[in-house]
């Protein structure tokens, strides 16, 4: 039964590929207006899913709908209220960039003169109108990326994909492309963003589901996934002098999990921060040392992610794939 | 949900969007170098180097060179833009858009039977204006044009739903359908002059029966039945898309 509330459905989904499951029998809900982080580490099965939700691959079982609309079997009103920013940018280079809004208008049933309309707008809003009659060969990174959102924007879609939106800019363009996702979810669009950039979903993410090796492992906002981690904590510490100690003397203070140096600053995971924070006024005393900084944040989202999917522990697998 | 599919009101939309993708492929395609080259430039000279030196009268020809154009352009299309499609991820576009696979097929194989119409005008102009060919059947011209045009397009995609991202890949594998086909169908050689087992593989061939349509068309005497002509072009060319469809959907299962 279809929940009106619901933008997407996912249920049992499966996508094989011979003998290797690149998607295991994934299910979750996101509801409209919903800003909905999809994470997880490459090769882990999120764009395989962003490719069955949009109808470019079919899945082997299981079932997705969008609004209501079964993918499979009632792939065309699934695909109308729809559109994708993939993580390839891929406007049609021989195109300029108002043809490329163009075309792509028509192929979404909207009308010429609303296409236009909004191609305006839309190149205004991106800051591309001056470069509307140049061919997209011309184009660099960003501005592809600017233009493949735009294109994703021209049918007004109420559902929109955005598999690895920032992957590959500039720090400029990250910014730019962050804040134009942040308006297109107040607007009222339903944001389904695939990353494995932790810190991009922590900052735009209502929920996130967290998906490793085709399963998902935790769905829920990223401050109730970080408070559930309650086995991580964090301190992080900064003495007067940047060569204070081994990294292997503060992973042997008590509890301490881990030690990781961020530039002058130390990172500590413990299980006990109260006395970890001990051990290490003690530790600055004996050394001779001034603590010049010192905070118990909590645990990252990054944290949560290591702790879930074992990437990045010592013995844990590797992050690629 | 079939009947749905089949209201008039989606079979507008899915019609539309397909003209949307055709018009979109003419413009982006047409002028891409092995378009040019396999399409225009190639049946040309190759049409040249047979009938230079030869006796007969050069309208006799012109049936023959508009057949190769038609042939070479139809199935030229979709081939040279099918595999960069999907080595630059656009072809993903098609299949996000609310448009069927059927019908995105059917828009790109509409681009080359546009553009294999509109490239056989020109030797056909080119005959009737330069050399007095005659065009006795203008009916049976159209037909020859409408019909081979699509059935060579359906051909073309056929090749194209070779799942690779490599634009030689296809093409060599289209040449090494196209060119037997070109040598066996009565064009350089008439089918009544061709020896029986000749004639036999010119009968499984497609382009047999568009060049003799475009020969009855033109006042010179056919082979075959011209309702035959036009019937086995229907089938290949249903057969042709039938089974590209069914590719294509085999892939995206795969992909």
């Known amino acids: ?321 | 949900m079939i009947g749905e599919a089949l209201s008039p009101e989606r079979l507008g939309k899915e019609f539309r969007r397909s003209l949307v993708i055709a018009g979109k492929d003419i413009r982006i395609y047409c002028l891409k170098p092995p378009v040019l080259l396999f399409g225009l430039i190639f049946p040309f000279f190759l049409f040249l180097s047979f009938y230079v030196g030869k006796k007969g009268p050069i309208s006799e020809g012109i049936p023959g060179l508009v057949c190769i154009s038609l042939f070479f352009a139809s199935s030229n299309i979709a081939p040279a833009g099918m595999p960069f499609e999907r080595m630059t991820k656009t072809f993903s576009r098609y299949l996000s858009a609310p448009i069927s696979l059927t019908w995105m097929i059917f828009g790109k194989t509409l681009a080359g039977f546009a553009f294999g119409v509109l490239v056989s005008l020109l030797p056909l102009l080119f005959g009737v204006i330069g050399y007095g060919t005659a065009v006795t059947s203008p009916t049976l011209l159209v037909l020859a044009l409408l019909v081979g045009g699509m059935c060579f397009s359906c051909m073309g995609t056929l090749v194209a739903s070779m799942p690779t991202e490599m634009p030689g890949n296809v093409m060599t594998v289209l040449n090494f359908v196209r060119l037997p086909l070109l040598f066996m169908s009565g064009i350089f050689v008439p089918l009544a002059d061709m020896p029986g087992w000749a004639r036999g593989l010119a009968a499984i061939s497609p382009l047999s029966y568009a060049n003799d349509l475009l020969k009855r068309s033109t006042g010179n005497t056919g082979y075959y039945q011209w309702w035959l002509d036009l019937l086995v072009l229907l089938l290949y060319t249903l057969a042709f898309f039938t089974l590209a469809a069914w590719i294509f959907n085999a892939s995206r299962r795969r992909s």
């Open chain 1, 1 to 321: 039964m279809h929940d009106d509330n619901q933008a997407i459905a996912v249920e049992g989904l499966v996508k094989r590929y011979g003998d290797l499951i690149a998607v295991d029998g994934i299910s979750f809900e996101v509801e409209r207006g919903e800003l909905f982080g999809f994470l997880g580490p490459n090769g882990a099965g999120k764009t395989t899913t962003v490719n069955i939700l949009t109808g470019v691959s079919l899945p082997t079982s299981g079932s997705a709908s969008i609004h209501g609309h079964d993918v499979v079997k009632d792939s065309f009103r699934a695909k109308e209220s729809v559109n994708v920013v993939p993580e390839v940018s891929n406007a049609y280079v021989e195109y300029t960039a108002w043809n490329n809004l163009m075309f792509t208008g028509a192929l979404y049933g909207v009308s010429r003169k609303e296409t236009a309309r909004r191609a305006e707008e839309l190149l205004r809003a991106f800051d591309l109108y001056d470069k509307r009659k140049v061919k997209v060969k011309g184009f660099s990174q960003g501005m592809r990326r600017k233009l493949v959102i735009a294109m994703a924007l021209i049918n007004k879609p109420r559902v929109l994909f955005m598999d690895e939106p920032t992957t590959g800019l500039d720090v400029q363009s990250v910014i730019a492309i962050r804040e134009m996702v942040r308006d297109l979810n107040r607007e009222g669009i339903t944001v389904f963003l695939t990353t494995h950039n932790l810190a991009e979903a922590n900052i735009l993410c209502d929920r996130v589901a967290i998906i490793n090796r085709g399963r998902i492992v935790a769905t829920d906002t990223p401050e109730n996934l970080k408070r559930a981690a309650h086995s991580v904590q964090v301190v992080e510490v900064s003495f007067d002098r940047a060569d204070a100690g081994a990294d292997e003397d503060f992973a042997a203070l008590p509890a301490v999990k881990e030690a990781t140096r961020l530039g002058d600053k130390l990172r500590l995971l413990t299980e006990d921060p109260s006395a970890t924070v001990s051990a290490l006024t003690r530790y600055a005393g004996d050394k001779g040392l001034k603590i010049t900084y010192i905070n118990t944040p909590g645990p990252s989202l990054e944290d949560v992610f290591i702790e879930l999917t074992g990437i990045g522990k010592p013995g844990g697998e590797g992050s690629g794939g």
